[in-house]
């Protein structure tokens, strides 16, 4: 079915990321990594070492510097495979995008001097206290996808002073933190539905000192980074995370509809005479899947047309984000939870590959750039022209 597939754009083959042989061991360790709940040692070295987790930083930090549809393309190239390690990918991504509101020196360090991971939560769940060139950060976070294979973590916390929360006219004031392996210590926690291979454990900071040129403060997040020349992108961080999340709904969609192609062609349903690929109603079903899946490329894609080139700015462009993200997510799981019914009792099975796209489908919806709640949001900024995070 390649000429549905979306096809890689030539600006990944001329960053030298041959994506068959990725594919091919990405392949051949996913049920290990969904067993084991984390991906592989071998898998994540050679991503790494083909530098996609760096696609999206600046080539002053020795990144790829890809442009973002391309940089989607390959993220969902890489779900077809196995959305545990495409998920990762996109997080590393999302937390790239602070090497341009980093000073450079830092940015240098943690995105070049250091060769593997950055893991990290946005959730400001730790204080972070202001003492002399710096904080002392003290939390407890969650969700650290590719925490088995990082070198450091980015975190967010509550700035305080004395012990109290610094209050601004927006809430109480966010840091963005940077803080190295040896500073902080992971709890083995994910055991989860779906996404197994991620191994996005929690994680806790004890009373560690981050120096201010490892942090970054919150409401700078909000607006684009501020211009420099080695700035990969303009766009937002805020508004840049549903770039990276949406494509891997994608490739699990697309890996579901793949996957019961080749199952539907010997299976006969209990008490039938011929095979699924001839029944009339799996082919409307399916056509109706595959328009989805082609649909919701082009939704999230206009809305990176959108980013990068015409201009729009602030509330008009985060909901614009928002909607394209939520909707793409949305009908990724409506296609997977389509070829999960047609195929009967055979998805039930765990080690099944349908089994598994439903199971992650249904975990990767759960994050909050893809959630049904923006859709929410945003038709709460069409009627009232006030965009919300949550109510």
Request: glycine share 8%; aromatic share 8%; with cysteine.
């Amino acid at each position: 079915m390649s000429y549905i597939q979306r096809p890689l754009k030539p600006e990944v083959q001329d960053q030298l990321i041959n994506v068959e042989p990725l594919h091919q061991i990405i392949n051949e360790y996913r049920d290990k990594g969904d067993k084991d709940r984390r991906t592989p040692a071998a898998v994540m070295d050679a991503l790494m070492e083909a530098g996609v987790h760096r696609i999206w930083v600046s080539k002053a930090f020795g990144g790829a510097h890809l442009s973002l549809p391309s940089g989607m393309a390959l993220i969902e190239s890489i779900a077809r495979q196995d959305a545990s390690v495409a998920w990762q990918m996109g997080v590393q991504g999302a937390l790239s995008r602070l090497s341009d509101y980093l000073p450079e020196s830092s940015a240098r360090h943690i995105f070049q001097d250091h060769s593997r991971l950055i893991v990290g939560v946005v959730a400001p769940s730790g204080k972070a206290e202001r003492v002399g060139g710096g904080f002392l950060l003290k939390g407890r976070w969650s969700f650290a996808s590719g925490s088995a294979h990082a070198d450091w973590l980015a975190c967010a916390a509550v700035v305080t002073e004395k012990g109290q929360p610094v209050m601004t006219d927006a809430g109480p004031l966010t840091q963005m933190l940077f803080v190295p392996k040896k500073d902080y210590r992971l709890m083995d926690d994910w055991y989860t539905t779906g996404l197994r291979g991620t191994g996005s454990n929690s994680f806790e900071v004890n009373d560690v000192f981050v120096p201010d040129e490892f942090t970054i403060p919150g409401p700078d997040l909000l607006a684009p980074p501020p211009e420099r020349p080695s700035r990969a992108f303009g766009i937002g961080y805020y508004d840049f995370g549903p770039f990276t999340s949406a494509p891997t709904t994608l490739g699990i969609a697309q890996d579901a509809l793949e996957s019961f192609r080749e199952m539907a062609v010997s299976k006969v349903p209990l008490g039938g005479k011929t095979p699924l690929r001839q029944s009339h109603t799996v082919h409307e079903k399916i056509g109706y899947a595959w328009s989805l899946l082609l649909s919701s490329r082009l939704l999230i894609e206009n809305a990176a047309s959108h980013a990068i080139q015409d201009g729009y700015s602030g509330q008009r462009l985060s909901a614009l984000i928002r909607l394209s993200a939520s909707t793409t997510a949305r009908n990724a799981k409506k296609i997977v939870d389509i070829v999960h019914t047609l195929s009967g009792a055979t998805s039930v099975y765990e080690g099944d590959r349908l089994e598994k796209c439903f199971r992650d489908i249904n975990t990767a919806v759960k994050h909050i750039t893809l959630a049904p709640a923006s859709i929410e949001m945003v038709g709460q900024f069409i009627m009232e022209e006030e965009l919300l995070i949550r109510r």
